[in-house]
């Protein structure tokens, strides 16, 4: 088989302090306003939107389709903080293909990452710096960030696998990460009542 241009191999270089790689070849911003369904206070989300539209997390990103494979490499930089008690966290999805899994490597900050089928069943995994998590097949993913400072990791995964936000932009996760006493607690996600 004749090599085309993007069938060469390609490094990038990431900047551990930053939390960020380069070169990337899309950057994308979440802000609050992206994310205003997600939060449970979303009276404290409408007044704060009147005076500012923060960003909550950013996404480097780099897709490599060859002539015979894909994959992605994505890294996530959630920034510290609350709307009202709840953690700021990444908004969440399934992969729109079913058979499709990803590995998320948590290289900076502490946090959760939350995971959960379609039938509901729920599984919390403690992330610190050095977290490596497979996510299986069929279980939607969420990252918390629960620490003082940025929270970044970074995710591989095929560009096939695609993304389904819908099932969690209805119904959540069926826990939400908060703060009760400067520490993360869980509490039932009322969308499930
Ligand atoms: C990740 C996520 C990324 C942002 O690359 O897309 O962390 O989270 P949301 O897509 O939920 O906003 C991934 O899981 N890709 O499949
Ligand atoms: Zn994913």
Redesign the pocket.
């Known amino acids: 088989m004749n090599l085309a241009k993007e069938d060469y191999p390609v490094s990038v270089q990431f900047d551990f302090e930053k939390g960020e790689f380069s070169p990337y070849q899309k950057r ?1 911003e ?1 802000k609050l306003s992206d ?1 205003s369904m997600m939060f449970q206070a979303k009276g404290i989300v409408d007044k704060m939107l009147e005076k500012e539209d923060p960003v909550i ?1 950013e ?1 480097f ?1 780099y897709g490599y389709q060859t002539s015979i494979s894909d994959m ?1 490499l ?3 930089r959630i920034q510290p903080g609350t709307i009202g008690d709840e953690y700021f966290m ?4 399934f ?1 729109a293909a079913h058979d ?1 899994p ?1 590995i ?1 490597f948590c290289v900076k900050g502490e946090g959760y990452l939350l995971q959960e089928t379609i039938k509901g069943e729920f599984q919390v995994e403690k992330w610190t710096k050095g977290t490596i998590s497979h ?1 299986p097949p069929m279980w939607a ?3 918390v960030n629960v620490g003082t400072g940025a929270l970044v ?1 970074v ?1 591989s ?1 095929h560009l096939a ?1 695609g ?1 389904d ?1 819908k099932p ?1 932009v209805k119904r959540g996760f069926s826990k939400r990460v908060v703060a009760e006493n400067g520490k993360a607690a869980f509490i039932m996600n009322k969308q499930r009542e």
């Open positions: 994308v979440r994310l997390y996404i990103y992605a994505g890294v996530t990444t908004k969440g999805h992969h499709q990803e998320y996510i993913h969420r990252v990791f995710a995964y696998a993304h936000y969690v």
